[in-house]
Structures are given as C-alpha cells and as structure tokens.
C-alpha cells in the first residue's frame, strides 16, 4: 500500500542535541511538507519542497534544516538553535497533478526534548 | 502573507447539522481545503473548493467565496464519531505548493 512513513513515532533528546526526523514516501509524489503542531493549536509550516534538490521555508523555518536529495525522502533536522522543539511533527506530500490533489500525511513523531 | 480564522470550539447534538466557518488573506490563491484530525492522529482530507460555490461529498459540504475570502465546511447527521479537530487550508504563495492551516476549530458532538 502506498503511504508516507514516519519514524520513529515517539523521538526523546536532550537539550542541546542535534535530531533527525525520517519522512519517506511511496506515493511518487513531487511535493513535499513538514508542519509542526503544538497542542491544541493548528499545523504550522516549516519546511516544504516542490520537486527534488529543492525546498522553501516555510513560517517558522529557524532552528530546522532539511534535504531533498530523493523524490521519496525528505528528513526534517531539529537543531539545537530550535528554542522550543519539543512538539509533534507531521510530514506530508501532495501530488502537482490534478491541481486539487490534497495532502497526505504520514502518522507523526512526537519529539520530546528536555 | 497568509493567515486564517476559523472558531476555536463548536458544539453539537448527534444528528444536527453543524457549520465551521472560515476567513482566509494570502498573497495568491489557488484552493481552500478542510480537513479531519481526530485526537493524536494525522489529519485526513475531507473537501477542496477552488471556484465558488458549494462542494458536496457525502455528509459534508464545503463552501468558498474568493471574493469574500470565506469558506465553510458543513457537516450534515452529525454522528458521535465526527467528534475531531477541523482545520481550513489555504493553497497562496509559493506558486500555489505553500499551504497554510488554520488553528483549528474542536467539534464537540453530544447524545
């Protein structure tokens, strides 16, 4: 079944350490996205590429880094310049055609950093 | 740049019908969407409107009025299982691939 893939689901760091983020999907899809949610707010955009050796920020681009050297991948670097990373982190990919093709998310990591 | 109201709470009995609303300002436009996220789950599409008017896909609908900024998703036979977060998206900038989401409205559905 196609999908995109999130590990790992649960992600614990301490302060000051450096975390990789997985994001790998199936779908062939060209776009791709990361968002972050706090709880009880909306998903705020970080990170998002449009085709492979490419990406844009997003809002709230500090403290994050990514790569999209595969069409199938796209890992999201929690950095320790990130002030307040603990949070839960969606990857998304959307296909470019047709024009309303929606997101599809992965399941999430919940990344704890204390 | 972009952002997006919509209510933080609504509340409602089974069988009901329920209308979430939506304001929207981007710098370009190219689709409002919805969708479902039940608590600690991702978020799942319900509706896509590009063009005005009203978008019907089972018990949901969704409208959108570009020259209001404004949409709706409509929610018909509430059932205890629609109980989620909605969110309203925006498809603007970044050549229509940057899609912004609003914080959220939390759709309480009583017996």
């Known amino acids: 079944d196609g999908g995109i893939t999130q590990s790992p689901k649960y992600l614990f760091r301490k302060e000051g350490q450096n975390v990789t983020l997985s994001c790998e999907q199936n779908l062939n899809h060209d776009a791709m996205y990361w968002y972050r949610q706090d709880p009880g707010q909306g998903l705020r955009l970080i990170y998002y590429?449009?085709?492979?050796?490419?990406?844009q920020k997003g809002d709230i681009a500090e403290g994050y880094s990514v790569s999209r050297e595969k069409k199938e991948s796209f890992p999201l670097t929690v950095t320790s310049a990130q002030k307040n990373p603990t949070a839960f982190y969606l990857c998304?990919?959307?296909?470019?055609?047709?024009?309303?093709?929606?997101?599809?998310f992965g399941n999430g990591t919940r990344l704890t950093v204390t | 740049g972009q952002s997006l109201e919509q209510p933080s709470e609504v509340t409602a009995v089974e069988g009901a019908i329920v209308q979430i609303n939506c304001t929207y300002q981007?710098?370009?436009?190219?689709?409002l969407s919805w969708y479902q996220q039940h608590d600690g789950g991702a978020p799942t599409f319900l509706s896509y409107n590009a063009l005005d008017g009203l978008e019907e896909t089972g018990r949901f609908s969704s409208f959108l009025s570009r020259s209001d900024s404004y949409g709706y998703l409509l929610l018909q036979e509430l059932q205890m299982k629609d109980s989620a977060s909605y969110f309203c998206a925006v498809r603007g900038g970044g050549g229509g691939f940057k899609t912004i989401f609003g914080a959220g409205t939390r759709l309480f559905v009583k017996a």
């Open positions: 998304a990919s959307r296909a470019t055609e047709p024009n309303n093709s929606p997101l599809h």
């Open positions: 981007t710098s370009g436009f190219y689709g």
């Open positions: 590429s449009q085709i492979v050796n490419d990406f």
